[in-house]
Antibody
């Protein structure tokens, strides 16, 4: 069974940092492209970052480029999102999602982890 | 990065059909057949219901169908059921932005 479990969300002050983790099971992470997608309270979905399965291609939304870094640990079958210089507008539930490999669809999602940026 | 445009809300009675539109540009929806749709119930993670414009993943009801014309993709749900009441999001691969989502549509089953 494919499963994604995020963790690391917390209350953090503006300007602070946080590292989110996503542990995958039921499949080998390094064989798939992966995404982070976030959802601010009461708002819609927003794509945040993409990690290509080769490990050499990463993309970011304009809103987070230069502040967030996506990475992977194949040995731990885990995906990470390092978030620096956090702003109030980064407050959201962060989901990791697997790219199914057919047409950039996200076929499996985790349950999400809440990041709150507030003083 | 502009979001794809969806109606904020749609409604229909049980048994009826509804269609949700998703309008993008020639750089995303119009450029690729890489449109997917997600269903999200309150407090839950999104669930993939269509990919590649009109393909249904295993386990998704035939009542969900998709199409695309120009820069606009559409999701049609036929034979509405109460459990279809949820938020629906379209998503497209975009030339420079990788992925872009629609703003979401709240479906109410009357």
């Amino acid at each position: 069974e494919v499963k994604l479990v995020e963790s690391g969300g917390a209350l953090v002050q503006p300007g602070g940092s946080l590292r989110l983790s996503c542990v995958a099971s039921g499949f080998t992470l390094k064989n798939y492209n992966m995404n982070w997608v976030r959802q601010a309270p009461g708002k819609g979905l927003e794509w945040v970052s993409y990690f290509g399965h080769t490990g050499t291609v990463m993309y970011y939304a304009d809103s987070v480029r230069g502040r967030f870094t996506i990475s992977r640990d194949s040995a731990e079958n885990s995906l990470f999102l390092q978030m620096n210089s956090l702003r109030a507008e980064d407050t959201a539930v962060y989901y990791c999602a697997r790219d199914g490999g057919k047409s950039y669809e996200n076929d499996y999602w985790g349950q999400g982890t809440l990041v709150t940026v507030s003083s | 990065q502009s979001a794809l445009t969806q109606p904020a809300s749609v409604s229909g009675a049980p048994g009826q059909s509804i269609t949700i539109s998703c309008t993008g540009t020639s750089s995303d929806v119009g450029a690729y057949n890489y449109v997917s749709w997600y269903q999200q119930h309150p407090g839950k993670a999104p669930k993939l219901i269509l990919y590649g414009v009109s393909n249904r993943p295993s386990g998704i009801s035939y009542r969900f169908s998709g199409s695309k014309s120009g820069n606009t993709a559409s999701l049609t749900i036929s034979g509405l059921q109460t459990e279809d009441e949820a938020d629906y999001y379209c998503n497209s691969f975009a030339r420079s932005n990788i992925l872009v989502f629609g703003g979401g549509t709240k479906l109410t089953v009357l």
